[in-house]
């Protein structure tokens, strides 16, 4: 089972993907997670993204396709993965099709989780995460007992600088710029699947459900 969450920033899919890797037993990849294990353990290719990131530039398509295709080929892969914030753009879609390829394999499911941009905007400008814990809460949809006090730790609660309006707006367009032609690519490949992300959690991982066959 080889699953891609598709999504802008904001829409869901990172939550959605750790409820379908824990019902499925398969593992929840992440780019930043591929990142900071590989530096942490001091890969060669960890080593290179190290490079990049010191210098604060993006780690180019090739060194990121290089890390996430290592990843999938671990022995915890073998039932599948569900990547999350992989493949951003269509060259880091066509350099992953090209390696499953090389398996017999292909992506099965893009699970495109679809919220309007101004949904986004009210959702991500209400989130509160605390300094303490990084526990996330929400003033509309999920607010702490007291206000400005987590919840878990009694840390204070803020907005993130990439969380205020003007932050997600430019993330949006960078989206709508970049990810967004996946969703094209893996509609001719045959495997977009798209789910309504502005219903309730529930029912989004229901619908998921069913689209993946349990």
């Given at each position: 089972?080889?699953?891609?969450?598709?999504?802008?920033?904001?829409?869901?899919?990172?939550?959605?993907?750790?409820?379908?890797?824990?019902?499925?037993?398969?593992?929840?990849?992440?780019?930043g997670d591929i990142f900071r294990a590989n530096i942490k353990e001091g890969t060669e290719l960890g080593?290179?993204?190290?490079?990049?990131?010191?210098?604060?530039?993006?780690?180019?398509?090739?060194?990121?396709?290089?890390?996430?295709?290592?990843?999938?080929?671990?022995?915890?892969?073998?039932?599948?993965?569900?990547?999350?914030?992989?493949?951003?753009?269509?060259?880091?879609?066509?350099?992953?099709?090209?390696?499953?390829?090389?398996?017999?394999?292909?992506?099965?499911?893009?699970?495109?989780?679809?919220?309007?941009?101004?949904?986004?905007?009210?959702?991500?400008?209400g989130r509160r995460s605390c300094k303490e814990c990084g526990a996330i809460f929400h003033v509309e949809?999920?607010?702490?007992?007291?206000?400005?006090?987590?919840?878990?730790?009694?840390?204070?609660?803020?907005?993130?600088?990439?969380?205020?309006?003007?932050?997600?707006?430019?993330?949006?367009?960078?989206?709508?710029?970049?990810?967004?032609?996946?969703?094209?690519?893996?509609?001719?490949?045959?495997?977009?699947?798209?789910?309504?992300?502005?219903?309730?959690?529930?029912?989004?991982?229901?619908?998921?459900?069913?689209?993946?066959?349990?």
């Amino acid at each position: 089972m080889k699953i891609i969450m598709l999504g802008a920033p904001g829409a869901g899919k990172g939550t959605q993907a750790k409820q379908i890797a824990e019902e499925y037993g398969i593992p929840h990849i992440s780019t930043g997670d591929i990142f900071r294990a590989n530096i942490k353990e001091g890969t060669e290719l960890g080593k290179k993204a190290q490079e990049y990131m010191d210098q604060g530039l993006l780690v180019p398509d090739e060194l990121v396709c290089d890390l996430v295709v290592d990843r999938i080929h671990k022995d915890d892969c073998e039932k599948g993965f569900i990547l999350d914030g992989f493949p951003r753009t269509i060259p880091q879609a066509d350099a992953l099709d090209q390696a499953l390829a090389k398996d017999g394999e292909a992506i099965e499911y893009a699970i495109d989780v679809e919220v309007p941009d101004e949904n986004i905007i009210r959702r991500m400008a209400g989130r509160r995460s605390c300094k303490e814990c990084g526990a996330i809460f929400h003033v509309e949809y999920n607010p702490p007992k007291k206000e400005g006090c987590c919840d878990v730790c009694g840390g204070e609660l803020v907005l993130r600088d990439d969380d205020k309006e003007e932050t997600v707006k430019k993330r949006l367009e960078v989206y709508h710029d970049q990810t967004a032609p996946l969703i094209d690519h893996y509609k001719k490949a045959g495997s977009l699947y798209e789910v309504d992300g502005t219903q309730d959690i529930d029912v989004v991982f229901k619908e998921i459900k069913s689209i993946l066959g349990a």
